[in-house]
């Protein structure tokens, strides 16, 4: 938990007992059905909760927006982000159900009435759209981008001299340079290394398109 105040000071106390909440959540359902890697489950906030909130890092969502998360396992980026910004609504989805399982028994615990759940594939949601996608380590990004394109509305907001526009921002690592080429996108790319300086984040990317 300090991690994370390390580098987020602005918390509420429903915030911050909502993410002091998380690690023991994760652990106890951890051990009934395995979505974290035993190793990792040690250093979920680094690893997990931190790494999720990189985009909160850089991008300051306005109250309203929609957000899905493609393939959120066991709900990350989404669950971190709800935290964050509970005034935006986070549909998390995943092909698995009994990841959304844990999901939904977190949102309970934590009181997170701003997600909700989907047990499907993003390319099967039909009939709703949303402000931006998310997704973390799910698939190469010329699939993320086929399967958000048609989930996205045409959303555009200005926070101080940066103007967004509804887009894919997925967390990644490592030599990125063909997964970009083959997807014919341009992201913008920031290094997760500039904003926590923790060696986990060495070689860890967060994509917009």
């Given at each position: 938990m300090e ?9 509420t106390?429903?915030?911050t007992?909502q ?7 994760y ?7 395995n ?6 489950i040690?250093n979920?906030y680094?690893?997990h909760?931190?790494?999720s909130?990189s ?7 306005p ?10 396992g066991?709900?990350f980026p ?11 609504k986070?549909h998390l989805v995943?092909?698995i ?5 844990i999901?939904?028994a977190i ?5 997170l ?8 594939r993003?390319?099967e949601?039909?009939n709703r759209?949303f402000?931006?996608a ?6 190469p ?5 086929r ?5 996205l ?10 103007v967004?526009?509804s ?9 990125l340079a063909?997964?970009?080429s083959?997807?014919g996108?341009?992201?913008?790319m920031?290094?997760?290394?500039n904003l ?13 398109v």
């Amino acid at each position: 938990m300090e991690i994370l105040q390390k580098y987020f000071s602005e918390f509420t106390e429903k915030q911050t007992n909502q993410f002091a909440a998380l690690g023991e959540l994760y652990k106890d359902w951890n051990e009934k059905i395995n979505v974290i890697s035993r190793k990792d489950i040690e250093n979920i906030y680094e690893k997990h909760i931190l790494h999720s909130l990189s985009i909160a890092a850089i991008f300051d969502f306005p109250a309203g927006l929609e957000i899905v998360d493609i393939g959120t396992g066991g709900g990350f980026p989404g669950v971190p982000l709800a935290i964050f910004f509970p005034e935006v609504k986070f549909h998390l989805v995943d092909s698995i159900g009994k990841k959304l399982k844990i999901i939904e028994a977190i949102k309970e615990a934590i009181d997170l009435p701003n997600i909700t759940t989907q047990h499907t594939r993003a390319e099967e949601i039909k009939n709703r759209k949303f402000d931006f996608a998310v997704s973390r380590a799910v698939a190469p990004l010329k699939d993320l981008l086929r399967w958000s394109k048609p989930l996205l509305k045409n959303t555009k907001f200005e926070r101080g001299n940066e103007v967004y526009r509804s887009g894919l921002i997925c967390l990644k690592g490592g030599d990125l340079a063909q997964e970009i080429s083959e997807s014919g996108a341009k992201p913008k790319m920031i290094e997760i290394s500039n904003l926590f300086e923790e060696e986990y984040f060495k070689e860890k990317y967060l994509l917009y398109v």
